[in-house]
């Protein structure tokens, strides 16, 4: 595609429930991440994926966020039993890859606001 | 320890003023690159620039200019006659190679532009 899309674009969800962020990077960016945004903060690193392999979780808040990719394309990431402070705008990137700083450019998604009540 | 900092929150300058955006990096790397980043109102970030660790050369686009100093490590970002549109908040960002390529952000600089 022409650019980073992740939908949707707006979730509202109650408490305690699960919810799905998708992000389709660009097509041939083998090297895709997630970021976390909370309001009037920087981003926050949660995962990359290099394919379909996360060699770094380490930025993931707890046990109820994950995430995976498929087909070297699309990734979802998945927060179990949400809570309040989960509320924030969450970012994908994608870059052609991730083992050559040269060619590390992030491009990025416009993001998913994520409203917890 | 943050490894970019970005000291200035928020800024106000009037339409047609010159605004410099600091940003101060840490890195025990050799070879690195530097990010500034655009996030206007929409939310998507947009690219601006990307020097490498190895090329100190000051750069100029337009109306923006960057300054990146090794000896003081920092990557200063300067809007020359600043207009309304420049109104976003910029994140600058290091990558460094022994660290995997992760990116660090700055807390993010919040420029508002006043006609």
């Known amino acids: 595609g022409a650019g980073v899309s992740q939908s949707p674009s707006n979730k509202v969800t109650e408490k305690g429930k699960d919810v799905e962020l998708r992000c389709d990077p660009i097509?041939?960016?083998?090297?895709l991440y997630w970021y976390r945004q909370r309001l009037g903060q920087g981003l926050e690193f949660l995962i990359y994926f290099q394919g379909n392999s996360a060699p770094d979780k380490s930025g993931l808040p707890s046990d109820r966020f994950s995430a995976e990719r498929t087909g070297e394309s699309v990734s979802t990431l998945t927060i179990q039993r949400t809570q309040q402070e989960d509320s924030a705008v969450y970012l994908c990137?994608?870059?052609?890859?991730?083992?050559?700083?040269?060619?590390?450019?992030?491009?990025f998604g416009a993001g998913t606001r994520l409203s917890v009540l | 320890a943050q490894k970019v900092t970005q000291a200035q929150t928020e800024i106000s300058v009037v339409e047609k003023e010159d605004v410099t955006l600091d940003c101060v990096y840490e890195?025990?790397?050799?070879?690195?690159?530097l990010f500034w980043y655009k996030q206007p109102p929409s939310g998507e970030l947009v690219f601006l620039i990307r020097r490498n660790s190895f090329d100190e050369q000051n750069e100029i686009s337009g109306r923006y200019s960057w300054n990146f100093q090794k000896s003081t490590s920092s990557f200063n970002f300067t809007i020359t006659a600043s207009q309304v549109v420049d109104s976003a908040v910029y994140f600058c960002?290091?990558?460094?190679?022994?660290?995997?390529?992760?990116?660090?952000f700055g807390t993010g600089t919040s420029l508002t532009v006043i006609p």
């Open positions: 890195t025990r790397d050799t070879t690195y690159y």
């Open positions: 960002a290091l990558s460094e190679a022994g660290t995997g390529n992760q990116f660090y």
């Open positions: 097509s041939g960016h083998t090297a």
């Open positions: 990137a994608s870059s052609l890859v991730y083992t050559s700083l040269a060619k590390n450019i992030q491009y």
